[in-house]
């Protein structure tokens, strides 16, 4: 077995019997009628402190203690935990608007957390399918680029002698596509649809145009691939970031919750006057 | 306030002289004396003559018996000329220098705690001087250049503090030694091929020295005799030293190692300052870039002698099909020819002679000694144990008088992809000891690297996560503390160093005038300008100009941070890492079997 694959199978063994402790634990608390609620509850709250460490980690302008990468492999696993002890932690129906929204905070965090780890391993492979990396910042002024030199041929082909055919088509279907920013939902399913459908609509007008217009055809269809291809690198990084914004966000709001949660508790437990 | 600004005189090649000590009188002393009485002070350039070069660019050190001047592997930029006294030079390691940092296994605790209780027991017993020196022979076992750790002591302080030996003549007696005597020079080898020294330099009684730094000794080349002495130097001395470090010369006796350094013949292939030729030959296809490399040996040729690269590197190739394929590159130590000279000799006179069934190409710049065949199979192949020679050819591709037997793509190199091993080879990566490689299968592009960089360097990020790319890897443009940094090459005040322990190159801010110089000759354009600021972050303008006084900035591999780069251990996928692209097995290691 590779030192990866032992990693992680040690890995999510330390998980699920950390887990199976944790069930333990609340069942104890249950049969021996205690409060099996402020079992789990104190393991939930110590989870979640433990997976603010990355965050502080990656704040922390000196270098201390392990690598990022290693603070990122503790988030992950004890997040997965975090998500076993909260589902022994609620009940069903929630109750109450404040735990309501608490459980959801929950929910949406986790969610995204997981969303997160699914698109951080399968983003890179597929950027890194494409002939060239471009920086994220840079990818508008790359698309500007590309649709000036778009606009040059369309005019240039007016000269060929063969009509308008090439700048009517570029008018009407290419001049939106290189001015326009592709919708959310393209930035959330990255997609070829649109290509493909310019490219053969492209490719049938190749029937009317003589050598020259060929050649502009060509020009054109290249931009319309690297257009596209910019598209795809800036939509798979950009959801890539929308994803952490909105995990990293809502942390905070969950954080006020949890500490107003606890709070509350102890208010009714009567250890807080 | 964004946009306030210092007005300062533009900075000079010699505001920084290398020591504020050398007055006017000295420096008419030293140009009384030899080697500086003997040079033409008119072929010297009016920008910089030779008394301005050896105020600025030399200084004296007056030392006493015993001070250690510097150590085997560390770097230099600097060669020192004997004034009174005598220098010793010691062939052997036995200073306790740089070590390789310690992997803590199970297997390694073992060892320290033997060698431990050894040395305890070596105390308790009080061996007198004869006994531990014969102890150290037997102990040393394989290698006997490596003799038992010299007593040293410290003297002076701060930045003034030497490494001194407690027992000079003890320690002469102990070890291989020779003697360097006034108006003699040493040193100029390492700061020549900006290499580690290759041997120890000590004070054998109170002298004085004078120590001239790379930036001035190019200017002194401008002298011919002098440049002729340094070349012959260069290319002549300390060839049995180099040549007891290959493995394959380990148990050759004290006879046949002076008929080898005899016979053995000194050459350099290619230009010292490659990085020009680089650039313009840059763009041509791969096959005419390797066909311009300078041969040092080539396939189907006689096998005339054994091949020893000394510096710089070189391409193993084949020809495959229409073009040539690298096999492996090769660094300091390698040997080549060694196979076809053993196969040779094995066969004797039964069957004919194989030629050199690969070819050997300088890349950029490389020294070699090559050691002819007659005296390799007699001086040679008879020491070298079985287990350090070659495999038989089995079937040899090249035979004379018999059709070229055409060579499979296999692969053939360990682990490593023959087109990745072409790629850092072709682009030159292999000169990087710490180049930066982003593994993009992992990388999410969240500049968490950068944003830890700029974090570290007060708001601005030395490297750009841009580069050339390989597959799933981009080597950014970091820099990679090169093997030969050539970036050194031009610097005028000499700002940009190699720090003498860990070898990172850096850039020294205070000295460091602008002139753009090392961005110029960086081939990887690894250094960028960058509006010079004083301590309030305001930015320096030249007086009479307005313009914005310029200087270099590059990676410093975060050399004060204790836990490394902070771009490394700041990557949450561990998609980043620094390593040596000059060590084959490290790439094999870290890149080997997931190549593209």
């Known amino acids: ?273 | 306030m964004a946009n306030a600004s210092v007005e300062i005189e533009r900075p000079d090649r010699w505001d920084h002289p290398l020591s504020a000590e050398m007055s006017a009188g000295v420096v008419q002393q030293l140009l009384a004396s030899p080697p500086f009485s003997l040079m033409d002070a008119e072929r010297f350039n009016r920008n910089a003559p030779l008394a301005d070069i050896l105020q600025n660019d030399t200084r004296l050190h007056r030392l006493s018996a015993g001070d250690v001047i510097f150590r085997e592997g560390q770097y230099g930029g600097s060669a020192y000329l004997v004034l009174d006294g005598n220098i010793r030079i010691f062939l052997t390691q036995f200073i306790p220098g740089a070590r390789p940092r310690r992997k803590w296994t199970g297997k390694a605790l073992l060892d320290w705690w033997n060698a431990k209780r050894q040395k305890a027991k070596a105390n308790a017993k009080s061996i007198d001087a004869s006994d531990r020196r014969a102890n150290r022979r037997s102990n040393s076992g394989q290698d006997e250049r490596h003799a038992a750790t010299a007593e040293v002591g410290y003297r002076g302080e701060g930045k003034e503090t030497r490494m001194y030996l407690q027992d000079v003549p003890g320690v002469i007696r102990d070890n291989t030694t020779s003697q360097v005597t006034p108006g003699e020079m040493f040193g100029e080898l390492a700061a020549i091929s900006r290499a580690p020294r290759e041997f120890t330099a000590v004070a054998e009684c109170d002298c004085v020295l004078l120590e001239i730094r790379w930036q001035g000794l190019k200017l002194l080349r401008q002298d011919h005799a002098f440049k002729e002495l340094l070349d012959e130097r260069y290319r002549g001395e300390l060839l049995a030293n180099q040549l007891r470090e290959t493995a394959q010369f380990r148990f050759i006796s004290d006879d046949s190692m002076e008929e080898i350094v005899k016979a053995a013949k000194f050459e350099s292939f290619g230009n010292m300052e490659w990085y020009a030729d680089y650039r313009k030959k840059a763009n041509k296809p791969s096959s005419e870039q390797i066909e311009e490399e300078p041969l040092i040996a080539e396939e189907g040729s006689f096998a005339v002698g054994l091949w020893i690269v000394r510096g710089g590197f070189a391409r193993q190739s084949r020809r495959q099909g229409a073009g040539h394929r690298t096999l492996a590159y090769l660094s300091k130590g390698s040997v080549f020819g060694l196979e076809e000279l053993a196969h040779n000799y094995r066969n004797g006179s039964e069957s004919p002679p194989i030629p050199y069934q690969e070819s050997l190409r300088a890349i950029g710049y490389v020294d070699a000694i090559c050691i002819p065949k007659a005296t390799v199979d007699c001086h040679v192949l008879p020491y070298i144990r079985r287990s350090d020679l070659p495999k038989v050819i089995e079937q040899p591709r090249y035979q004379f008088g018999q059709p070229v037997v055409d060579a499979s793509l296999t692969q053939t190199t360990a682990d490593v992809e023959t087109g990745l091993l072409e790629f850092l080879v072709e682009k030159r990566l292999i000169n990087g000891q710490r180049a930066m490689a982003i593994d993009l299968d992992r990388c999410t592009r969240c500049d968490d690297c950068v944003r830890a960089c700029a974090s570290t360097h007060g708001g601005t990020p030395v490297f750009e996560r841009r580069g050339m790319q390989y597959g799933k890897w981009m080597f950014a443009q970091a820099c990679m503390h090169c093997e030969d940094p050539v970036c050194m090459i031009g610097c005028p005040t000499g700002a940009i160093h190699r720090d003498s322990e860990s070898g990172l190159v850096a850039i020294n801010e205070s000295t460091c005038i602008g002139c753009k110089g090392c961005a110029e000759s960086c081939p990887y354009d690894n250094i960028r300008m960058v509006a010079a600021t004083d301590g309030k972050g305001r930015a320096k303008v030249e007086q009479s100009t307005g313009l914005p006084i310029l200087q270099a900035t590059k990676c410093d591999f975060c050399a004060t941070a204790a836990s490394g780069p902070a771009c490394q251990s700041a990557c949450p996928h561990d998609a980043l890492f620094r390593f040596d692209l000059s060590d084959g097995d490290e790439v094999a290691r870290k890149m080997g079997g997931r190549a593209a």
Request: glycine share 8%; net charge positive; with cysteine.
């Open chain 1, 1 to 273: 077995m590779s030192s990866l694959g032992k990693r992680r199978l040690i890995a999510s063994v330390v998980t699920l019997a950390a887990a199976a402790v944790s069930g333990y634990g609340v069942w104890l608390a249950e049969i021996r009628l205690g409060d099996p609620a402020t079992v789990s509850g104190a393991t939930l709250l110590a989870a979640t402190i433990g997976l603010f460490g990355l965050s502080a980690r990656k704040r922390s302008k000196r270098q201390i203690g392990r690598p990022v990468a290693v603070w990122m492999q503790v988030h992950v696993y004890l997040g997965s935990f975090a998500c076993v002890v909260f589902l022994m932690h609620i009940g069903w129906p929630v109750y109450g608007v404040f735990e309501q929204c608490l459980a959801f905070v929950f929910v949406f965090v986790s969610a995204t957390g997981v969303a997160l780890g699914f698109l951080s391993r399968s983003t890179p492979k597929r950027l890194a399918a494409l002939t060239k990396d471009q920086v994220f910042e840079e990818i508008p002024a790359l698309q500007i680029a590309i649709a000036g030199n778009a606009h040059t041929v369309a005019l240039e082909s007016t000269q060929h002698g063969e009509g308008a055919t090439l700048a009517e088509f570029y008018q009407r279907r290419l001049l939106p596509y290189f001015r326009s920013r592709r919708s959310w939902a393209y930035c959330l399913v990255p997609n070829g649809i649109l290509r493909r459908q310019l490219l053969r609509e492209l490719n049938d007008l190749s029937r009317y145009l003589g050598v020259p217009g060929q050649v502009s055809l060509g020009q054109l269809a290249q931009a319309v691939r690297q257009k596209d291809d910019l598209d795809y690198q800036y939509a798979l990084q950009a959801r890539l970031q929308y994803f952490y914004a909105a995990h990293v966000s809502l942390t905070w709001s969950l954080a006020i919750l949890v500490a107003v949660h606890v709070a509350l508790v102890f208010r009714f437990q009567g250890t807080l006057q």
